[in-house]
């Protein structure tokens, strides 16, 4: 770390807190979209919208995802208790999913690699956020196939912001790797329904390679795309071998776009030469 242990280990508390805010937004925000849709769909319908307690990012508390009983704080510290209660719930004995941990985890080892490389300046709270916006994306995508506006427009416009007041990328090339990155898939999207008839992938995909883009500037999406695509590929006749998955299943690409992002961030120069290179 640059600074030894003095700022590794709060630090690796600090991300681990991250961690658990992310699983926050990963099991909230879906359902958060789901009522608000239904609400809009009711009043354009003239139906009355009926009265429900108040569920967002903040409240209800964190509680029980099975038997929904309120979690005391002192049993909701990241990683920790998972491991302390054996990943069951202390209330109601059910077993609680080992992908909290693992989003926390991520969200540590994730960051603390940005901290090592960038260390302790400005950008690095813009990598770092780059960061988990991908992670809760990835996830996101996993469960639900979505990738929400609500995150994918504000990571697009947080790069073209960075873009402007850091020297990573220039203003220049981090438009151009927005326009660059909708675009591509834009048109993939457009010729794949043009042969085949059916939609090949969400317009989400399309806004998460416009952000990584304007982070990243155009010169890395090659190196992006290709990952993307190589690990969805393996992704997809691993899970069709195991028939867990049929060929006409449709599969999440924001998992695939999330990790050629970071590992894109992370080896930047290296990918967008090896990309070029084979192109």
Request: with cysteine.
């Given at each position: 770390?640059?600074?030894?242990w003095?700022?590794?280990?709060?630090?690796?508390v600090?991300?681990?807190?991250?961690?658990?805010?992310?699983?926050?937004?990963?099991?909230r925000?879906?359902?958060?979209?789901?009522r608000?849709?239904?609400?809009?769909?009711?009043?354009?319908?003239h139906i009355?919208v009926?009265?429900?307690?108040?569920f967002?990012?903040?409240?209800?508390?964190?509680?029980?995802?099975?038997?929904?009983?309120?979690i005391?704080?002192?049993l909701?510290?990241?990683?920790a208790s998972w491991?302390?209660?054996?990943?069951?719930?202390r209330?109601?004995?059910?077993?609680?999913?080992?992908?909290?941990?693992?989003v926390?985890?991520l969200a540590?080892?994730?960051?603390?690699?940005?901290?090592?490389?960038?260390g302790?300046?400005?950008?690095?709270?813009?990598?770092l956020?780059?960061?988990?916006?991908?992670?809760?994306?990835?996830f996101?995508?996993?469960?639900?196939?979505?990738?929400?506006?609500?995150?994918?427009?504000p990571?697009l416009?947080?790069g073209?912001?960075?873009?402007?007041?850091?020297?990573h990328?220039?203003?220049v090339d981090a438009?151009?790797?927005?326009?660059?990155?909708?675009?591509?898939?834009?048109?993939?999207?457009?010729?794949?329904r043009?042969?085949?008839g059916?939609?090949?992938?969400?317009?989400g995909?399309?806004k998460?390679?416009?952000?990584?883009?304007?982070?990243l500037?155009?010169?890395?999406?090659?190196?992006?795309?290709?990952i993307?695509?190589t690990?969805g590929?393996?992704?997809a006749?691993?899970a069709?071998?195991?028939?867990?998955m049929?060929r006409?299943?449709?599969?999440?690409?924001?998992?695939?776009?999330?990790?050629?992002?970071?590992?894109?961030?992370?080896?930047?120069?290296?990918?967008?030469l090896?990309?070029?290179?084979?192109?």
């Amino acid at each position: 770390m640059p600074d030894g242990w003095s700022l590794g280990i709060p630090a690796t508390v600090l991300f681990l807190v991250a961690g658990s805010f992310l699983n926050v937004v990963i099991f909230r925000l879906p359902r958060m979209l789901e009522r608000q849709w239904g609400d809009e769909a009711r009043e354009l319908l003239h139906i009355a919208v009926p009265a429900r307690p108040r569920f967002d990012l903040v409240r209800p508390g964190s509680r029980c995802p099975l038997c929904e009983h309120p979690i005391a704080p002192w049993l909701n510290v990241p990683l920790a208790s998972w491991i302390a209660l054996r990943g069951r719930c202390r209330y109601c004995g059910g077993r609680i999913s080992v992908r909290y941990p693992i989003v926390e985890a991520l969200a540590a080892v994730l960051g603390l690699v940005v901290l090592q490389a960038w260390g302790l300046q400005w950008i690095t709270v813009g990598w770092l956020l780059f960061t988990w916006s991908l992670l809760a994306l990835a996830f996101i995508d996993l469960d639900t196939h979505l990738l929400p506006d609500q995150i994918t427009l504000p990571l697009l416009w947080g790069g073209l912001v960075a873009g402007v007041l850091s020297d990573h990328v220039t203003p220049v090339d981090a438009i151009a790797g927005a326009a660059l990155g909708y675009g591509v898939l834009w048109t993939l999207y457009w010729a794949f329904r043009w042969v085949t008839g059916r939609e090949g992938m969400g317009h989400g995909d399309f806004k998460l390679l416009a952000a990584i883009g304007a982070w990243l500037g155009w010169q890395a999406l090659p190196a992006v795309v290709l990952i993307a695509s190589t690990l969805g590929l393996a992704w997809a006749v691993v899970a069709i071998l195991l028939r867990t998955m049929r060929r006409q299943d449709p599969m999440p690409f924001g998992p695939f776009l999330a990790a050629g992002g970071w590992l894109g961030l992370v080896f930047r120069e290296e990918l967008t030469l090896f990309a070029f290179a084979h192109v």
